[in-house]
C-alpha cells in the first residue's frame, strides 16, 4: 500500500502493525500547552481504527485481529463492545482539548473492517464525536466497507446517521489476484454495494492495489475499466509494498510468488493515470484521483497538510500542535487503560522543528496543488532547476516563483524529488 505518511500509515491514517519508539506518555493523556495554542479555529479531524477482520489478508501489515485471535465474543473487547471503549477514549479526547477545541471537520473510520460492527455501533460512535465535540456544518464522514459486509439497510443507516462517504474495498476485479491477495470479497458484490451506497445518499471510493505477484497488465486493466464502470466518485489505487512479517513476505522469499517489479508497477500507475484521466478523474495526490475538488478525500488532504487530528483506537495515531502520540497495539491492552481510566497512548514525541520542515516537503509534493518554493530552504531550491530539467516536476510554474507540482515522471518517482530537495 502507499507510503505517503509517517510511521508508514497508509491513506486514512490506519496504523501500522509496528510502533515506533517514542517518549513516555502521561497516563492523563495531558498535553504540552503550546501544543494547544491556536487549537481553536483550527480544522480538526478524528480517526476511528476498528482492529477486526473476519480473516487476515496475506499482505496485509495493518493492526489487525481475527475475533478468534482475541478470544471470541467473550474478549474483553469485541465487535460487541468496542464502541463503548471508543466513547471512553472519545471522553479523555475532550478533557485534553478543552473547551478550545474546534468543531470535528472530517471523521474517517477505518480497519481492519469497519463495517464488521453494526452500522449503529458507527453512528453511536459518529454521535460521541457530534455530542461531545459538535461537526461542522460540512463535515465530511467516511467508513471503510468490505463489499461483502454491507448491506442496502445498513448503507441507509450510516447514512442517515450522518456518514457522507464509504470507501469500498474492491482492490481488484480479476478472481486469481484476489486470490493472490487473499481477498474473500465475492467480486460481484462491488457494485452492489456501489450501488447501495449511491441509493442511500452517499459518495463513493473505490480502493484499488496493483502489483500483485502474477497481475499481468491486461489483469490492472481489467480493474481500472472495471472501477470506472461503477461511476464512483474517487478512485485510490496503491502499489502493492511486500511487508516484512507478513505472509507474503514469507512466500517472496521462500521463492513460492515472485515480488513486485518497479517497472511492473510504474507501468501499471502510468496505465492507472491515464485510463482515469480519460475517464474524468483528476490526479490530486499521488495515489488519489478524483472527479472535482468537492470529492476529494478531505480528511486525508487533512493528514498531508499536517493538520491536528486524533486517532481512536487500537495503534492510532494522532497530532495535535506538533505533538504526535500513539496507542498500545493489542486491544486487550487498549480496553484495559480506558478501563482504568487511563491514556492508551504508548509513546510519543514532540516533531522538531527539522522534522517538521522534512515532513511538509514529503508530504507537500505530492498534492497536486504542489509545494510553494519559496517554503524551500537553500539546498532544495538549489535542486528545483535540476528537477526541472530531469522532467520530475513542471517547469513553468516553478519558473515564475510559483509552486513545484510533479509531473507523472515526477511522481512515478517522488521519494527520489523528496530526497534531493532534502539533500545537504
Given at each position: 500500500m502507499d507510503r505517503a505518511l509517517p510511521f508508514g500509515w497508509d491513506n486514512g491514517g490506519m496504523p501500522p502493525s509496528a510502533l515506533p519508539d517514542g517518549d513516555p506518555a502521561p497516563a492523563t493523556g495531558e498535553l504540552p500547552a503550546a501544543a494547544?495554542?491556536?487549537l481553536e479555529g483550527a480544522d480538526l479531524g478524528i480517526y476511528v481504527h476498528v482492529p477486526f477482520c473476519t480473516v487476515r489478508c496475506g499482505y496485509c501489515d495493518f493492526n489487525t485481529y481475527t475475533l478468534t485471535e482475541l478470544g471470541g465474543r467473550g474478549a474483553s473487547i469485541g465487535i460487541d463492545t468496542y464502541a463503548d471503549a471508543a466513547l471512553r477514549e472519545l471522553d479523555l479526547a475532550r478533557a485534553v482539548l478543552g473547551d478550545e477545541a474546534p468543531?470535528?471537520?472530517?471523521?474517517?473510520v477505518g480497519g481492519g473492517t469497519p463495517t464488521m460492527l453494526r452500522s449503529g455501533d458507527l453512528v453511536k460512535v459518529l454521535d460521541g464525536i457530534r455530542h461531545r465535540f459538535g461537526l461542522a456544518p460540512d463535515a465530511e464522514v467516511t467508513t471503510e466497507a468490505n463489499p461483502d459486509s454491507v448491506t442496502p439497510e445498513s448503507l441507509r443507516e450510516l447514512a442517515e446517521g450522518g456518514f457522507t462517504r464509504v470507501s469500498v474495498g474492491m482492490q481488484s476485479a480479476v478472481p486469481h489476484v484476489l486470490r493472490t491477495l487473499e481477498r474473500t470479497?465475492?467480486?460481484?458484490?462491488?457494485?452492489?454495494?456501489?450501488?447501495?451506497?449511491?441509493?442511500?445518499?452517499?459518495?463513493?471510493?473505490?480502493?484499488?492495489?496493483?502489483?500483485?505477484?502474477?497481475?499481468?497488465?491486461?489483469?490492472?486493466?481489467?480493474?481500472l475499466e472495471a472501477a470506472i464502470a461503477l461511476e464512483p466518485d474517487h478512485v485510490s489505487a496503491y502499489a502493492l509494498v511486500v511487508e516484512e512479517g507478513t505472509k507474503l513476505a514469507a512466500q517472496v522469499r521462500r521463492g513460492l510468488?515472485?515480488?513486485?517489479?518497479?517497472?511492473?508497477?510504474?507501468?501499471?500507475?502510468?496505465?492507472?493515470d491515464e485510463l482515469l484521466t480519460?475517464?474524468?478523474?483528476?490526479?490530486?495526490?499521488?495515489?488519489?484521483?478524483?472527479?472535482?475538488?468537492?470529492?476529494?478525500?478531505?480528511?486525508?488532504?487533512?493528514?498531508?497538510?499536517?493538520t491536528n487530528w486524533w486517532g481512536i483506537g487500537p495503534g492510532a495515531h494522532s497530532h495535535v500542535g506538533g505533538v504526535r502520540w500513539w496507542n498500545v497495539k493489542h486491544p486487550s491492552a487498549y480496553a484495559a487503560r480506558l478501563g482504568s481510566g487511563e491514556s492508551p497512548a504508548h509513546a510519543r514525541e514532540a516533531l522538531?522543528?527539522?522534522?517538521?520542515?522534512?515532513?511538509?516537503?514529503?508530504?507537500?509534493?505530492r498534492l497536486v496543488e504542489g509545494l510553494p518554493v519559496a517554503d524551500l530552504r537553500g539546498s532544495g531550491r538549489t535542486a528545483v532547476a535540476g528537477l526541472i530539467a530531469d522532467g520530475l516536476v513542471e517547469g513553468p510554474a516553478v519558473l515564475r516563483g510559483g509552486r513545484l507540482v510533479l509531473t507523472r515522471r515526477g511522481r512515478l518517482l517522488a521519494d527520489t524529488v523528496v530526497h534531493r530537495l532534502l539533500a545537504d
Open positions: 494547544l495554542e491556536g468543531s470535528v471537520s472530517t471523521v474517517f470479497h465475492d467480486p460481484d458484490n462491488v457494485a452492489r454495494a456501489v450501488t447501495a451506497a449511491r441509493d442511500a445518499g452517499l459518495q463513493v471510493s473505490v480502493d484499488l492495489i496493483y502489483g500483485t505477484p502474477g497481475e499481468s497488465l491486461d489483469d490492472w486493466r481489467r480493474s510468488v515472485a515480488a513486485p517489479e518497479d517497472d511492473d508497477e510504474a507501468d501499471k500507475y502510468e496505465l492507472a480519460a475517464a474524468g478523474f483528476g490526479w490530486y495526490e499521488v495515489s488519489n484521483w478524483a472527479r472535482n475538488e468537492e470529492t476529494r478525500c478531505r480528511h486525508n488532504v487533512a493528514y498531508w497538510s499536517g522538531t522543528d527539522e522534522q517538521r520542515y522534512d515532513e511538509r516537503v514529503l508530504l507537500g509534493t
